[in-house]
Nanobody, 112 residues
Framework: QVQLVESGGGLVQPGGSLRLSCAAS????????MTWVRQAPGKGLEWVSG????????AYSDSVKGRFTASRDNAKKMLYLQMNSLKPEDTAVYYC?????RGQGTQVTVSS
């Protein structure tokens, strides 16, 4: 049974940083590409970032490129998203996903 548990969200001022974590279990984590998506209030899901199985390749949406960095620790079955220079428009619930599976999400609020 796939389990994905996100953590690390919170309230941060514009320009601040947060590091999101996702603990994975129930599947061979090291063999799967993983993604981060987000959902802002009243909007649909938005793809944010992807990272391949061994972590050697990442991709980002234009809206976060240069500010966010995805990484993973396959030994610990953990996925991370380092978010810097946060903007109010980054406010959303952030999810890690494996295909159609996603966790409960973690809320990120960027506000002064």
């Amino acid at each position: 049974q796939v389990q994905l548990v996100e953590s690390g969200g919170g309230l941060v001022q514009p320009g601040g940083s947060l590091r999101l974590s996702c603990a994975a279990s129930g599947f061979p984590f090291s063999t799967y590409t993983m993604t981060w998506v987000r959902q802002a209030p009243g909007k649909g899901l938005e793809w944010v970032s992807g990272i391949n199985a061994d972590g050697s390749s990442t991709a980002y949406s234009d809206s976060v490129k240069g500010r966010f960095t995805a990484s993973r620790d396959n030994a610990k079955k953990m996925l991370y998203l380092q978010m810097n220079s946060l903007k109010p428009e980054d406010t959303a619930v952030y999810y890690c996903t494996k295909g159609p599976d996603r966790g409960q999400g973690t809320q990120v609020t960027v506000s002064s």
